[in-house]
């Protein structure tokens, strides 16, 4: 049977541009590769916006359609049942509260007979989710509690936008490491744009994952 990797995460995490950019880097090896865009809570930086990209690549797109497409509603596709109990390879975008990760309770049942899937909790230390340990464990908590399920890694995703620059990736990323550490969550890869790539490969190496922004808009410039 196939995988289901999850990401979840505080707003403002990354965790959209994250399963995007993992969606897009696995259908290069992978075939059979479904995009399940399931953040109905946040409906502004959304997979689904994306559907010319995903679908040449290789990805199918699983989300709400017709008025339901940007809603705020917690409206789960018909199909996703189905299809995650199919072998295939699908990777989740959950919004990072409790209201979204009611979704995966919703399919609890359903993602825990496929043994290898992944729950990965998004961190960016810069948003308010992820300020301190206290607000992580807050967060972590809350869901998996809704969900049902463990998250089994975290992706450390430290920037400020345009802001960002190397010292504040290592110092971001710094803030993770002690998350992972207090959680027992190892910590899966360090998320950065190709520009940084360079100068940060010498301490962090193979941690490193190379994102291509696609869902900033223009005036967060």
Same mark, same amino acid.
Do not use: W
């Given at each position: 049977m196939g995988r289901i990797t999850i990401f979840a995460g505080g707003f403002g995490s990354g965790k959209s541009e994250i399963a995007l950019n993992?969606?897009?880097?696995?259908?290069?090896? !992978?075939?059979?590769?479904?995009?399940?865009?399931?953040?109905?809570?946040?409906?502004?930086?959304?997979?689904?916006?994306?559907?010319? @990209?995903?679908?040449?690549?290789?990805?199918?797109?699983?989300? $709400?359609?017709?008025?339901?497409?940007?809603?705020?509603?917690?409206?789960?596709?018909?199909?996703? @049942?189905? *299809?995650? #109990?199919?072998?295939?390879?699908?990777?989740?975008?959950?919004?990072?509260? !409790?209201?979204?990760?009611n979704? *995966?309770?919703? *399919?609890?049942?359903?993602?825990?007979?496929?043994?290898?899937?992944?729950?990965? *909790?998004?961190?960016?230390?810069?948003? $308010?989710?992820?300020?301190?340990?206290?607000?992580? @464990?807050?967060?972590?908590?809350?869901? !998996?509690?809704?969900?049902?399920? #463990?998250?089994s890694a975290i992706v450390s995703n430290p920037n400020l936008m345009s802001d960002s620059n190397c010292e504040i990736i290592r110092r971001g990323h710094k803030k993770v490491e002690s998350y992972s550490k207090a959680l027992g969550i190892p910590i899966k890869c360090l998320t950065i744009e190709k520009k940084f790539y360079r100068k940060l490969f010498p301490h962090y190496g193979d941690l490193l994952k190379v994102i291509k922004l696609f869902l900033m808009p223009d005036w967060l410039y």
């Open positions: 993992y969606a897009l880097n696995e259908a290069k090896i !992978e075939t059979n590769i479904i995009l399940a865009d399931l953040d109905m809570v946040n409906p502004y930086f959304v997979s689904r916006q994306l559907k010319d @990209i995903l679908i040449p690549a290789g990805v199918r797109l699983l989300a $709400p359609e017709g008025d339901l497409s940007f809603g705020d509603v917690p409206a789960v596709p018909r199909e996703i @049942i189905g *299809l995650v #109990k199919q072998d295939n390879y699908m990777v989740m975008d959950v919004a990072g509260d !409790e209201v979204g990760c979704v *995966l309770r919703y *399919l609890h049942k359903h993602i825990i007979t496929r043994p290898d899937y992944e729950f990965i *909790l998004v961190l960016n230390p810069y948003r $308010p989710f992820s300020q301190d340990l206290e607000s992580v @464990i807050l967060l972590r908590d809350q869901l !998996e509690s809704a969900s049902g399920l #463990k998250f």
